[in-house]
């Protein structure tokens, strides 16, 4: 199985890549973070958010594994604990598919996108900014690997 975590946006700063990059390689082989960067939709005066959102979800769905679990991350998604991540975690592991987490632009995710969506999460209630939810997203899954594994990174 591989973690596909697919964001829009591109040409971060020097630390938040050092950051994503630290988290990513702790992790097994059996269980790889892959980054897909999607370039945002450019806003000029003629589009919509709505517009912005499903041009850059037509860029998403490209770089998709089909057959993938789609794991959307949306401030409306369900509050996971780490420990309760690590369980799916185990369960994406038996399934044996691929899953990829999604990272929406500054207008968020398309609803079509997000209705498809095998599941929604939420990082935090707070607003966050694109680059750093990377880091979270690869320190969380870095963290609920190491839960599985009864790894003393992660204290109770």
């Known amino acids: 199985m591989q973690l596909i975590i697919a964001a829009v946006g591109h040409k ?3 630390w938040i890549e050092d950051g994503f990059n ?3 390689k702790r992790m097994p082989p059996e269980c790889r973070i892959q980054l ?6 450019e806003r000029s005066g003629s589009k919509t958010a709505e517009t912005a959102m499903a041009l850059e979800r037509a860029r998403i769905e490209a770089v998709l594994p089909k057959g993938a679990r789609i794991v959307a991350l949306d401030e409306h998604g369900k509050d996971l604990s780490s420990v309760k991540l690590s369980e799916y975690l185990t369960q994406w592991q038996q399934d044996g598919r691929d899953v990829a987490l999604v990272i929406g632009g500054a207008d ?3 609803a ?3 209705a498809s969506a095998d599941m929604l999460i939420r990082l935090s209630t707070l607003t966050l900014p694109h680059g750093m ?3 979270l997203l690869a320190e969380q899954l870095y963290r609920a ?4 594994q009864n ?3 992660h204290r109770i």
């Open 12 to 14: 971060m700063p020097a």
């Open 22 to 24: 630290e988290y990513t």
């Open 36 to 41: 897909k960067e999607i370039k945002p939709v």
């Open 108 to 110: 968020g995710l398309d």
């Open 112 to 114: 079509g996108f997000k």
């Open 133 to 135: 939810v990377r880091v």
């Open 145 to 148: 690997w190491s839960i599985t």
């Open 151 to 153: 790894h003393p990174y």
